[in-house]
T-cell receptor, first 114, second 112 residues
Framework: DTAVSQTPKYLVTQMGNDKSIKCEQN?????MYWYKQDSKKFLKIMFS???????INETVPNRFSPKSPDKAHLNLHINSLELGDSAVYFC?????????????FGQGTRLTVV | DQQVKQNSPSLSVQEGRISILNCDYT??????FLWYKKYPAEGPTFLIS?????DKNEDGRFTVFLNKSAKHLSLHIVPSQPGDSAVYFC???????????FGKGTRLHILP
């Protein structure tokens, strides 16, 4: 009964490939996020969706496209993968009542581009 | 441009003693602060938070102190236990915004 689950946990792929990471939350939250933890260990927000609508889109290459089929899912599709995309990607969700509240995180997906 | 700074990458504390983790921020628009704990191969888990209208929030062994004038907050864990060994992330949120901005984290080692 994992609250925020993301698949796969590990992903190794070659440069130039297209891959997707899936995220699902069963908490009834209406805001979901994608974060990237880079090699310097910074957790940086990439996208935020509220009720399936994009509300935060940080400076992220167009190769990254989030898709939210419903409130409980936020998938991340990455085209033409590059070496610099190697990182740990975290999905998260939170209640949104007009402001930030505590976010619940998935276990992360370690993406390695070779 | 680090808006949330955790200047100590690691900290070692004897079991039973107090652990103090520090965090500084630069954005005066931040009005909500959070601490997350992260074990290896797991996502961060929420630990404790504080609103800018308070200067202290306590939850069991965990207390967060906020000094707005110094743009500084700290997390106190007392007494420290072996299970507290983890990476602790300080995070902050600007007013009426869903963005949570994280520091780089501090790795806490609790020594037996």
């Amino acid at each position: 009964d994992t609250a925020v689950s993301q698949t796969p946990k590990y992903l190794v792929t070659q440069m130039g490939n297209d891959k997707s990471i899936k995220c699902e939350q069963n908490l009834g939250h209406d805001t979901m996020y994608w974060y990237k933890q880079d090699s310097k260990k910074f957790l940086k927000i990439m996208f935020s969706y509220n009720n399936k609508e994009l509300i935060i889109n940080e400076t992220v290459p167009n190769r990254f496209s989030p898709k939210s089929p419903d409130k409980a899912h936020l998938n991340l599709h990455i085209n033409s993968l590059e070496l610099g995309d190697s990182a740990v990607y975290f999905c998260a969700s939170s209640r949104s009542e007009g402001r930030s509240t505590e976010a619940f995180f998935g276990q992360g997906t370690r993406l390695t581009v070779v | 441009d680090q808006q949330v700074k955790q200047n100590s990458p690691s900290l070692s504390v004897q079991e039973g003693r107090i652990s103090i983790l520090n965090c500084d921020y630069t954005n005066s628009m931040f009005d909500y602060f959070l601490w997350y704990k992260k074990y290896p191969a797991e996502g961060p888990t929420f630990l404790i938070s504080i609103s800018s209208i308070k200067d202290k929030n306590e939850d069991g062994r965990f207390t967060v102190f906020l000094n707005k004038s110094a743009k500084h907050l700290s997390l106190h864990i007392v007494p420290s236990q072996p299970g507290d060994s983890a990476v602790y992330f300080c995070a902050a949120s600007p007013n009426r915004d869903d963005k949570i901005i994280f520091g780089k984290g501090t790795r806490l080692h609790i020594l037996p």
